[in-house]
């Protein structure tokens, strides 16, 4: 029987700058789920939230340049 992987994403809001380079990358090469939120961070920046089923292609964490973003399987589901 085929199983579906779970994913989940995290932004450490002391690290994130908001400079939103891992909403770029999520939505021109991942799963599109990333998005500005309204909120700040502890820097003052715009802090990206996910909305939908993150499907763990990392490339927001590779190229968050504050290793900001924390991608870990969940397990199948
Ligand atoms: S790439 Fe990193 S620092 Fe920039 S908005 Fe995303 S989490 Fe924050
Ligand atoms: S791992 Fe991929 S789908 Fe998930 S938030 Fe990052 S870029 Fe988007």
Same mark, same amino acid.
């Given at each position: 029987?085929?199983?579906?992987?779970?994913?989940?994403? =995290? !932004?450490?809001? %002391?690290? *994130?700058?908001? *400079?939103?380079?891992?909403?770029?990358?999520? +939505?021109?090469? &991942? &799963?599109? !789920?990333?998005?500005?939120? %309204?909120?700040?961070? =502890?820097?003052?920046?715009?802090?990206? !939230?996910?909305? &939908?089923?993150? !499907?763990? *292609?990392?490339?927001?964490?590779?190229? *968050?340049?504050?290793? =900001?973003? +924390?991608?870990?399987?969940?397990? %199948? =589901?």
């Amino acid at each position: 029987m085929a199983t579906v992987k779970r994913f989940s994403v =995290a !932004i450490d809001e %002391d690290k *994130c700058k908001g *400079c939103l380079i891992c909403v770029h990358m999520c +939505n021109t090469r &991942g &799963g599109k !789920i990333l998005k500005e939120s %309204d909120k700040k961070t =502890a820097l003052g920046g715009t802090k990206p !939230i996910p909305e &939908g089923d993150c !499907i763990g *292609c990392r490339w927001c964490e590779l190229y *968050c340049p504050d290793f =900001a973003v +924390n991608v870990e399987e969940q397990g %199948d =589901a």
